[in-house]
């Protein structure tokens, strides 16, 4: 029963080191996307360009960043609950 605890507890320290690197990566990520993004505004103001062609990166990068952001921050699934579940049908005999 020790070892059990011990193992639980590793794995949910692995998995909050884990978390928090992806949430570390992520801010750096979007820190990233502003301030490059600023930076072609503002090159596109003082050009004087009619056309807002900074959407283009914003949009396209921006695409990329909110996968990110919902890789990070959603619930992580399967659930523990769901997979010890599946498993308890795959170790039932076939009817």
Known sequence: MMDEITTDDEELRRLAIE???KRSDFKAH???Y???NAFLVAIWAVTGADFFWPI???LGWGIGVAFNGRDVYRRPFPTETQ???E???L???HR
Request: proline share 10%.
């Open 30 to 32: 979007l820190l990233a």
């Open 91 to 93: 170790r039932e005999p």
């Open 19 to 21: 978390r928090i690197r």
């Open 56 to 58: 283009f990166p914003i």
């Open 87 to 89: 498993i308890d049908t």
């Open 34 to 36: 502003v301030l490059v």
């Open 83 to 85: 997979i010890r579940r």
